[in-house]
């Protein structure tokens, strides 16, 4: 041993170890499986023609818009007697940010859980970049990038030695130096892991998921211990990423984020797939009737405001609101009277439905649903 540096050394050969155990592991579950002696029940193949491990390079001759890079057909996953997926089928086009949504207890954890190949199913049929995930082997996970809630990483590294233990496990990962510059940790690559913040460590955790250059992404709450401004960073990184090809599963319970990112949403509950649309349009926001609401200045207190009819709150506060289909007009006809009077409408504001008010009524409505059995 060299002197000062036993204890980093020996935690160097003790990770480079743990990675050539991990990948001698899936290289031997994936001949058990290949040969038959590992038996796991995956229910019907409807897309059969695919074989169980795809061949590299019969992907790489397919046309990237050609095969989506994910599809989920009939899923299905049983813990004992609970049915926790049931049934759920979606596809994810490549060089697309998909967002699965649901409260907890939908199914969601265990959906991906299975297509990142860390979950066997119960029936029907997954394909991530045409491969099985539940038989996956090493050229599988080269390809996928995973970004869980948590997870675990050893605080006596460096940032940047704890980037280039995990570059070491791909075949053509990226560079190192210029992973930890875009996730924003190149003022702190000298810094040991024990030492970061929260915030700070969740960039780690997508960096160590960038390292593998993967063409699917799983992001996990991945900006959870963010603040404002390092959130916002982080959407235009993920944004970056789909701009030069690379699909995204995300999960995330903000919805800002969700709007800022996804170019499409599945929503689940009680294990189905209930809702899935653009985030503009998911539950119908985009021909959901708009709020118009306003305070009727007080010379003016006691006069009907035109393209009526309007609810107006109890109280002295001459609060004006309205849900129409056709804002335009409406809005003509109130500045136009606004205007022929000499006044300002205080508090104007013209709404429609958040991404959140459509969710909530959309899980709440499936929840209605399953109490009633439907």
Same mark, same amino acid.
């Not at 990770?15 to 058990?32: D, H, S, Y």
């Not at 003022?187 to 993967?214: E, F, H, M």
């Given at each position: ?158 940032? !940047? +030695?704890?980037?280039?233990?995990? *570059? =070491?496990?791909? /075949?053509?990962?990226?560079? #190192?130096?210029? $992973? ?51 959130? !916002? +960073?982080?959407?235009?990184?993920? *944004? =970056?990423?789909? /701009?030069?090809?690379?699909? #995204?599963?995300? $999960? ?123």
């Amino acid at each position: 041993m060299w002197p000062g540096t036993g204890g980093r050394v020996g935690v160097l050969v003790a990770w480079a170890w743990a990675g050539l155990c991990f990948v001698a592991r899936e290289r031997f579950r994936a001949e058990l499986l290949a040969g038959g002696l590992w038996s796991c029940s995956t229910g019907p193949r409807s897309l059969a023609a695919w074989p169980a491990v795809a061949d590299d390079a019969v992907m790489r001759e397919r046309p990237a818009g050609q095969v989506p890079a994910i599809v989920v057909e009939g899923l299905r996953k049983d813990y004992g007697e609970v049915c926790a997926v049931d049934g759920v089928s979606f596809q994810v086009r490549r060089g697309e940010i998909y967002a699965l949504l649901g409260p907890n207890g939908a199914g969601k954890t265990s959906t991906v859980e299975i297509l990142e190949g860390h979950r066997q199913r119960t029936g029907g049929s997954v394909r991530v970049l045409g491969f099985d995930p539940g038989a996956g082997d090493r050229h599988f996970r080269e390809r996928v990038g995973i970004v869980l809630q948590s997870g675990g990483m050893d605080a006596e590294l460096t940032v !940047r +030695e704890m980037v280039s233990l995990f *570059a =070491g496990f791909y /075949a053509r990962p990226r560079d #190192v130096a210029a $992973t930890i510059e875009q996730v924003g940790l190149a003022a702190k690559r000298r810094a040991r892991v024990r030492t970061l913040s929260g915030g700070q460590a969740r960039r780690l955790d997508l960096a160590l998921a960038l390292i593998g250059n993967p063409e699917v992404l799983f992001l996990d709450e991945p900006t959870t211990g963010f603040d404002p401004n390092a959130r !916002r +960073e982080a959407w235009d990184m993920i *944004a =970056g990423l789909r /701009a030069c090809g690379t699909t #995204v599963l995300l $999960t995330s319970h903000y919805l800002d984020e969700v709007q800022q990112l996804a170019d499409r949403i599945g929503v689940m509950s009680h294990g189905h797939l209930v809702e899935e649309s653009t985030p503009d349009a998911l539950g119908g926001r985009d021909v959901s009737g708009t709020v118009i609401s306003f305070r009727l200045p007080a010379r003016l207190r006691g006069s009907e405001p035109p393209a009526g009819p309007w609810d107006q709150a109890a109280g002295p506060a001459g609060e004006f609101t309205m849900h129409t289909d056709e804002p335009t007009r409406v809005l003509l006809a109130l500045t136009r009277w606004a205007c022929a009077h000499h006044v300002e409408l205080p508090g104007l504001t013209v709404t429609r439905p958040s991404l959140e008010d459509v969710y909530l009524r959309i899980t709440g409505q499936a929840e209605i649903e399953a109490g009633d059995g439907h």
